[in-house]
């Protein structure tokens, strides 16, 4: 009998989804494991080899767990609204809903070819109406809610709302210690219960933890939306390398910062690697220091000029305030056109436009560029009132910490550099420290210097005493801050959750639970309107009757009981923030609740999560959040979503060059082939280059010059093992190659180049699984991604490799099969056989459960090479063999255990039990030696004594034969290793 992989890959993939071999149960008596991938985006290009790598692991997780004796959650599903399905919509005018569909299917085909144990019948989609019909359900409840930092939760907006109708909003007063906007408004309970409804829910706004407020953003004019920071390349947008500008919009945002000291504190009670850990840390970036606040005059000149302004900075040096010698602003900041001179006006607004055209990222990652205008307007010093110059520089952000820094020039290398630039003096403060001294700020002998009550203290002490003095001057406080902002939700897209919200006099108002979902409506085009309006703005029928509680046309809007409804929609994390809980109930069983109550009580959270770490401080952080809001108003019973989180690596593709000549004029595109590239013989090549030149320019005169070549991809398909490629299929890949001319290395062999790097269509270096499951089968991928490497590192995929992995698949199948049928029988193991059996057993269990896939791999090989040489057909080892590997190659496994004479699947059958007894020598080969030279061995029992150890070896007839009559002086005996006849 052949091993027929394809025939027994298919088999098996049908019987598991005809008898939901992996359908999970909400109520068992197994301990319950839940096992989750970061689910897909399905792209119309599908999968590539690059893919499945974390799903392979998961499933090889989740198929031991099986083994182990749980119920397991495996679950798979879409992450379905995104820019590129918009994208090909925008080009074709096809409505995205049906590009996604014809996506997913391909997915669903993919993924179930390579065998994955998932629940299919938990499968979610974040495009469907069933599905954010519930996101926009957590929306409405973050906009119903505020965050109390004396109980450290969010709550009901209701009761903030009690407490200003007793107390106003004073913290004396109220006892209020809550989450809001900076420089909200002191207001009485008389106050409260006088404004008018709009007054109140603007003032509402300021608390809620989903809010509109303006916003700077990454704007796009020619694209019509906010892109994100990663969304731009060198200041332009990443799709259509448009002009990007930061511009202030009323945004959507989620009040995240409210949660920066759980979301630090929760990262101790979760397994993830450090470095992922340390990556949030970052991005939540908790400081301690002081705020402290200058007040804004005039000019030198009248420096003893009260005025409202004031300029709030936050330093976690507060020792460092005599060494202050001037203020710098975002050009963004609210104030800066407030106390910008006259003289000034022109400089600054010129700078403030330059600075709109570069996006954060650049602006942070720019340490060279110095550039600022001065202000023409100063701040007081709060102590020595001295006045201090502002200026504005690109440097300083106006979304990080309060947009405006205190510089210290004499301790901080960025102001120093600022103020030599504009030669802005620079104080001392700092006894024997020079500025190129980096690392002064973490020494505690430094020394302050140069005030009366700072002076002599080391910077530890000097800091607490500022912080006191500041206090006495109202000018200060001890603060901790935290680099975390708050999250713009609103995108400037089609394809993407609708919000359930329609506006009464520009105030938004939310769209009752009962009457969710909110579809989205029908487009004529997915681009923004002329007026730069939304997509949605395209839409005819958008409003909101309240009365009928249903979207109507819009020319019914009468701002009455008929309203517009919101233009924008939901940003893709939206979706992926949740969708962990809704697998938690089957599709059959989903009812009035995102999970039932019982399920959520059973699954709690996340076991295993594997994913890419270039979600740590986006999906990851956002999930984190929700979660611990779902948990404030429990609606959830977990702080966290995912208690173990393992990156996967990358498989990396080996890309293909071809070298285009450059300087031969008038010719068709000319390539060379690597060899003769590398050689870059002159004597060689301007021939052939002055010979291309006179066919296609037989009047013009050839210049010699040296020519310079480009590298361009080309597709890995059209190039074999030896690196050749066909010319032929490259001439008709593009019409612009049709008459290409090729320079080769022997009129016909034409070499690449070859290079690792990120497998990407774009760098068409991708290989398609399709075609490995057909050529090798499922399993042999399924193993080859494993043997590449340790699961977190990134890998480089050679397909010529993958027949090794296949080749061990075939000699596996000759264990059990034979030409004429089975071979295995119910013959009783040898000890060799076991031992072979339980060192496996022990070793792959070890290696899953540290998730060193790979290592399995080789382990299994070695097994297999073991237990053919010793012929073993012993259905008592053989049959544990297969439960070992059905997690890592399950189709191969379910045959040959069916072969065996067993009903049902391999899937649950349980994990063989490693005895450690087997792997116990009960016998020593031992070395037979003679002074110092061993000449035989001698097999002797582990427990015989010594005596019995010397007798045994000298009445050996082969210990006769080499001392021939002679004595010997004495017999070193070492039990278990060596025995040494000396004499």
Not at 544 to 556: E, G, Y
Request: net charge negative; charged share 25%; with cysteine.
């Amino acid at each position: 009998m052949q091993y027929h992989f394809n025939d027994i890959e298919a088999k098996w993939q049908k019987y598991w989804a005809e008898n939901q071999t992996f359908k999970a149960s909400n109520s068992s008596d197994k301990p319950k494991y839940y096992v989750l991938d970061m689910f897909p985006y399905p792209s119309g290009a599908g999968l590539h080899v690059g893919h499945p790598l974390g799903y392979i692991a998961s499933d090889i997780y989740a198929r031991y767990k099986r083994h182990k004796g749980f119920n397991v959650l495996h679950p798979q599903g879409y992450d379905s609204f995104g820019l590129p399905a918009e994208q090909y919509a925008i080009q074709t005018g096809q409505h995205p809903a049906i590009t996604t569909e014809t996506n997913i299917k391909t997915y669903r085909r993919q993924l179930d070819q390579i065998g994955f144990s998932f629940d299919w019948s938990r499968e979610v989609r974040t495009s469907s109406p069933e599905y954010y019909k519930w996101t926009q359900w957590i929306f409405i409840q973050l906009f119903e809610s505020y965050y109390c930092f004396n109980d450290n939760k969010a709550k009901d907006i209701k009761e903030l709302i009690y407490v200003f109708k007793l107390n106003g909003n004073c913290p004396k007063e109220s006892g209020l210690n809550v989450a809001c906007d900076d420089n909200i408004e002191i207001f009485s309970a008389d106050d409260w219960n006088g404004f008018s409804s709009e007054k109140q829910q603007e003032i509402l706004l300021q608390y809620r933890l989903t809010y509109l407020a303006e916003t700077e953003v990454n704007w796009c004019p020619a694209l019509g939306t906010v892109l994100a920071n990663d969304e731009i390349v060198n200041g332009v947008s990443e799709r259509g390398g448009h002009p990007v500008i930061r511009k202030k919009m009323t945004q959507w945002s989620m009040r995240i910062s409210a949660y920066a000291e759980r979301l630090l504190q929760g990262l101790e009670t979760i397994d993830w690697t450090e470095s992922l850990k340390e990556s949030q840390r970052n991005w939540i970036g908790k400081s301690v220091g002081a705020s402290v606040t200058f007040n804004v005059i005039p000019s030198v000149s009248s420096s003893a000029v009260e005025t409202s302004h004031q300029i709030e900075v936050f330093t976690t040096r507060p020792d460092t305030i005599f060494g202050v010698s001037f203020m710098t602003l975002a050009p963004e900041h609210e104030l800066v056109q407030a106390i910008t001179t006259p003289e000034q006006k022109a400089d600054v607004e010129a700078y403030i436009l330059a600075t709109s055209k570069r996006s954060e990222r650049d602006r942070m990652a720019d340490v060279k560029t110095i550039s600022g205008v001065f202000t023409g307007a100063y701040a007081e010093h709060p102590f020595s009132k001295k006045p201090i110059p502002i200026w504005i520089g690109d440097y300083v952000l106006a979304g990080y910490g309060t947009g405006a820094v205190m510089a210290v020039p004499c301790g901080d290398q960025r102001d120093y550099d600022f103020a030599k630039h504009f030669n802005i003096p620079i104080p001392n403060i700092f006894e024997g420290v020079d500025i190129s001294e980096e690392a002064y700020a973490s020494k505690d002998n430094v020394k302050i210097a140069n005030s009366d009550f700072l002076d002599g203290m080391n910077y530890k002490k000097a800091s607490k005493r500022a912080i006191f003095e500041l206090e006495q001057l109202g000018q200060g406080e001890g603060k901790t801050n935290y680099r975390l902002r708050d999250a713009v939700f609103s995108r400037q897209r089609y394809w993407g959750e609708p919000f359930p919200v329609y506006y009464v006099n520009g105030m938004p108002q939310m769209i009752d639970k009962q009457h969710l979902p909110i579809t989205l409506p029908e487009v004529e085009k997915y681009l923004p309107t002329e007026t730069g309006e939304p997509p949605l703005g395209r839409a005819d029928v958008w409003a909101w009757d309240t009365t009928t509680n249903t979207v109507v046309s819009n020319d019914k809007i009468n701002n009455t009981t008929i309203h517009p409804l919101e233009l924008n929609t939901m940003p893709g994390w939206a979706g992926s923030s949740w969708y962990f809980f809704r697998y938690m109930e089957e599709k059959a069983n989903r009812g009035e609740d995102f999970a039932s109550k019982d399920a959520l009580n059973y699954w709690e959270n996340v076991d295993l999560y594997i994913g890419g770490s270039e979600h740590a401080t986006g999906h990851l952080l956002y999930s984190r959040f929700w979660v611990k809001f779902l948990k404030d108003r429990e609606f959830v019973g977990v702080e966290e979503p995912f208690k173990k989180l393992i990156n996967q690596g990358m498989i990396l593709g080996t890309s293909a060059f071809v070298y285009e000549v450059l300087g031969l004029e008038n010719t068709p595109p000319v390539f060379i082939s690597l060899g003769i590239k590398e050689e870059n013989n002159a004597d060689v090549l301007n021939p052939i280059y002055e010979s291309i030149f006179k066919k296609f320019n037989p009047d013009e005169e050839f210049v010699l010059s040296s020519f310079g070549v480009r590298p361009i991809h080309v597709d890995v398909s059209f190039v074999n093992a030896s690196d050749e490629m066909d010319i032929e299929v490259f001439k008709s890949w593009r019409a612009e190659f049709k008459d290409a001319i090729f320079i080769c290395e022997d009129d016909k062999t034409f070499k690449v180049k070859r290079e690792v790097e990120k497998m990407s269509k774009s760098k068409y270096n991708v290989v398609n699984p399709d075609n490995i499951c057909e050529q090798y089968g499922a399993d042999s991928l399924r193993l080859y991604e494993m043997f590449l490497g340790p699961l977190e590192q990134a890998k480089p995929w050679n397909t010529a490799g993958i027949t090794g992995v296949h080749g061990f698949l075939k000699k596996l199948w000759k264990l059990y099969v034979g030409e004429d049928g089975l071979l295995v029988n119910d013959a009783t193991p040898t000890k060799d056989n076991l031992k072979t059996l339980h060192k496996t057993i022990k070793k792959v269990e070890e290696d899953i459960e540290n998730f060193s896939f790979n290592t399995s791999v080789s382990t299994f090989m070695i097994a297999v090479n073991e237990l053919t040489a010793q012929k073993c057909t012993s259905k008592e080892v053989l049959q544990p063999l297969l439960v070992l590997l059905s997690p890592y190659a399950p189709h191969i496994t379910e045959e040959l255990y069916s072969q065996l004479g067993n009903e049902g699947s391999i899937a649950t059958v349980a994990f063989p039990k490693f005895d450690a007894s087997h792997l116990v020598e009960s016998s020593k080969n031992y070395p037979i030696s003679f002074n110092g030279k061993m000449r035989f061995t001698l097999e002797l029992p582990m427990d015989m004594s010594k005596d019995d150890i010397e007798k045994t070896v000298m009445a050996h007839e082969k210990t006769i034969a080499q001392l021939d009559g002679r004595t010997p002086k004495k017999v070193i005996i070492v039990p278990g290793k060596i025995v040494n006849i000396v004499g």
